[in-house]
Every structure is written in structure tokens, then in C-alpha cells.
T-cell receptor, first 117, second 116 residues
Framework: DTEVTQTPKHLVMGMTNKKSLKCEQHMGHRAMYWYKQKAKKPPELMFVYSYEKLSINESVPSRFSPECPNSSLLNLHLHALQPEDSALYLCASSQPRGSGRDTDTQYFGPGTRLTVL | AQTVTQSQPEMSVQEAETVTLSCTYDTSESDYYLFWYKQPPSRQMILVIR??????QNATENRFSVNFQKAAKSFSLKISDSQLGDAAMYFC?????????????FGKGTHLIIQP
């Protein structure tokens, strides 16, 4: 099973709202990722969690706050977003390096399409 | 920093024919992975094929195969017997495997159109 799930599928929020995106995987992966993808552009890395610890933050504004409560879950908390933050937010997961087969292959969820009004 | 270049913004091919998508990359590392992902209009990012840099043998997955030229830093994708379901945006991606977990660096993508 190579499934990564994301909820909600669509989200519309105002600039003063607080909302959260959720990502879940049950493949035993210990690395999880958030990417942002604007229309007709490639995904851009935002955050990386490795063994539930934040290992990479690509200079993302503080209005985006990631959280990894356990090895299967990854959240992205949103607060005071701007209209330019409207995009598809993709979650991915991968096997830990050195675990053998399929290491480093990232499997993506279907994404959350976010619109900020 | 690593870069990935896809020089073909759009390609068109007749159904059942073969098409090759180009990708070049730049890195100073010797240990890395390369991927092709497919993103149909649903925008789900689907793994097509994976290549480990230390392996000389080109990866294949059914109708999909790659031509990996490490010295030239080239990684092209060949799709044989093209099908209507192959229509999508195709992204070439680079992943460094030196330590820990790293994000992928993507090319700008090639939009593949399949003509019936």
C-alpha cells in the first residue's frame, strides 16, 4: 500500500481565519514533507520532518506552522494567510535512508486545494 | 545547489507511438536519485519511474524506460505504445541521498498531449 491521504480536498478561507491541513500515511515512512504548488509550476519544498523532528524549513513565512504529532501524521496550521498563498498543498512521505528497498522514493497525497479570499 | 532542466514545455504524440521526454540536471554530488513523476489534471503526483545514480542499468517499468547518462547528467523518459491515459504533466526530479531526508528538486515540467 503506497497511499498518502490528505484532508480536506478543498479549503476556502479568509485572511483572518485559522485552519489546518492534515496528512496521514500508514506505510511506516519516517520522513514526511510539505510542498506548495502554484498552477502550471512545479512543487516547491516547504518543510521536511525526519523521525518526527523538523529537519528542513525552506524559509517559509511564520503564518505556516507545521506539526508532526506522530510518525503517521503531519499537519500544516494556517493563520493570517494572504491571497498569494492560494495553491495546491501536497504532502509526501518516504522510507528512512538506509532502510533498503525504495529508500528516498517520495509518495504523494492528492493535495489540498487552498483558496485564500 | 542542484538544478533540473526540462527543455520541452509541451510534447504531442499520436496514440500507440513512442515519445521521449528530456531532462538534464546539475549536481556536484555522486550519490543521488532521479525520478519521473506524472501529474494528470486531477493533480495527484504519481511516481512513474526511479533511478539510482550508482546503478548503470537503466530503469524500466512496463512501457516506461529511462536513458540515464550520468557523465552527461541526462535522464530522459521514453514512453512506448502511448495511451490516452498517459496525457499529463511530467516532472523530472532530483533527490540527494547523502544523509537524512531531503526534498526533491523538480524541473518545470513537460505537458504531454496524446492525439487519438
Amino acid at each position: 500500500d503506497t497511499e498518502v491521504t490528505q484532508t480536506p480536498k478543498h479549503l476556502v478561507m479568509g485572511m483572518t481565519n485559522k485552519k489546518s491541513l492534515k496528512c496521514e500515511q500508514h506505510m511506516g515512512h519516517r520522513a514526511m514533507y510539505w510542498y506548495k504548488q502554484k498552477a502550471k509550476k512545479p512543487p516547491e519544498l516547504m518543510f521536511v520532518y525526519s523521525y518526527e523532528k523538523l529537519s528542513i524549513n525552506e524559509s517559509v513565512p511564520s503564518r505556516f506552522s507545521p506539526e508532526c504529532p506522530n510518525s503517521s501524521l503531519l499537519n500544516l496550521h494556517l493563520h493570517a494567510l494572504q491571497p498569494e498563498d492560494s495553491a495546491l498543498y501536497l504532502c509526501a512521505s518516504s522510507q528512512p535512508r538506509g532502510s533498503g528497498r525504495d529508500t528516498d522514493t517520495q509518495y504523494f497525497g492528492p493535495g489540498t486545494r487552498l483558496t485564500v479570499l | 545547489a542542484q538544478t533540473v532542466t526540462q527543455s520541452q514545455p509541451e510534447m504531442s504524440v499520436q496514440e500507440a507511438e513512442t515519445v521521449t521526454l528530456s531532462c538534464t540536471y546539475d549536481t556536484s554530488e555522486s550519490d543521488y536519485y532521479l525520478f519521473w513523476y506524472k501529474q494528470p489534471p486531477s493533480r495527484q503526483m504519481i511516481l512513474v519511474i526511479r533511478q539510482e545514480a550508482y546503478k548503470q542499468q537503466n530503469a524500466t517499468e512496463n512501457r516506461f524506460s529511462v536513458n540515464f547518462q550520468k557523465a552527461a547528467k541526462s535522464f530522459s523518459l521514453k514512453i512506448s505504445d502511448s495511451q490516452l491515459g498517459d496525457a499529463a504533466m511530467y516532472f523530472c526530479a532530483y533527490g540527494y541521498s547523502g544523509g537524512g531526508a531531503d526534498g526533491l528538486t523538480f524541473g518545470k515540467g513537460t505537458h504531454l498531449i496524446i492525439q487519438p
